[in-house]
């Protein structure tokens, strides 16, 4: 079934706002992170290196210079081509509460223009100046750029509004079984275990996973999988086999196949580079 991982969108927050955002720049090196939604409006700002990124059935190579706007309740993943740096601003939709009536069924433009990201990031380069500061003009002015920043979507890159709900429905009917892959992934799982849980037949479950994700049930469970196997392969020296057992994968050859679709190495490859990189 299609549903996706909602994702707790957590953040150290250096004031007290009424809200939680999270806003950083992020430098890592060939991350996955599987389908997933929230209730936040994100931007993400390529500093350097290569994203792709994709939005439901939408895919984009992001490189240098590029920004991608994520509406609220739109399941989308990445996957980082190598080291990748890159500004992250997330921000909830109760941040517009009582200052921009159904903020929710607003729609911006996805993948910005290049004139549109020249735009949008002096103000995020500035937001990165104030967002640690101690003193309480400071913390004003992050504000205030925060708001800037949002009001610059809204005033030049709104593409249309909502007419109905169909999205947020499709993912409301599919996230109890996405939020059971999510914590059950590393067990069995099977296709009819999923579809009871909300009450429909295994087909009635596929269909719903390819009209809201674009994936099947199966390739959302490797997905995950994928993703736990290929962190634990960089943060921990457990034996590969033991790493495979752990993440619930049975079928190796083809686990080792998706995973080099993903990652373009086998484990063993990323395990010794790792290696080499440290000594």
Request: charged letters at 30%; a neutral charge.
């Amino acid at each position: 079934m299609n549903e996706y991982k909602h994702e707790s969108i957590l953040h150290k927050r250096h004031f007290d706002l009424q809200f939680s955002i999270r806003f950083e720049v992020v430098d890592d090196v060939n991350f996955y992170s599987p389908f997933h939604w929230h209730n936040h409006i994100e931007a993400l700002y390529v500093l350097e290196g290569k994203i792709d990124f994709k939005v439901e059935q939408r895919k984009y190579l992001l490189t240098d210079g590029d920004m991608i706007i994520v509406n609220s309740e739109k399941i989308h993943s990445s996957k980082l081509n190598g080291h990748v740096k890159y500004i992250l601003l997330q921000v909830p939709l109760s941040a517009f509460e009582g200052i921009y009536e159904n903020i929710e069924s607003v729609v911006f433009e996805e993948k910005l223009s290049d004139e549109g990201a020249k735009k949008l990031f002096p103000c995020l380069e500035e937001m990165l100046k104030y967002v640690d500061g101690k003193k309480p003009e400071e913390r004003i002015k992050f504000v205030s750029l925060l708001y800037d920043f949002y009001y610059t979507l809204l005033s030049s890159y709104q593409v249309e509004r909502k007419k109905a709900p169909g999205g947020y429905y499709g993912i409301n009917r599919i996230s109890p079984v996405m939020a059971y892959v999510e914590k059950e992934f590393r067990e069995k799982i099977s296709l009819s275990d999923a579809a009871e849980i909300i009450n429909v037949s295994p087909e009635h479950l596929c269909r719903l996973f390819k009209k809201y994700t674009d994936m099947t049930f199966n390739e959302y469970l490797m997905s995950l999988r994928i993703s736990a196997f290929y962190q634990a392969l960089l943060n921990t020296s457990q034996k590969i086999s033991a790493l495979l057992e752990e993440c619930g994968i049975t079928n190796y050859k083809v686990f080792i196949r998706e995973f080099k679709k993903t990652f373009g190495k086998t484990p063993e490859t990323i395990r010794n580079e790792r290696i080499t990189r440290m000594s």
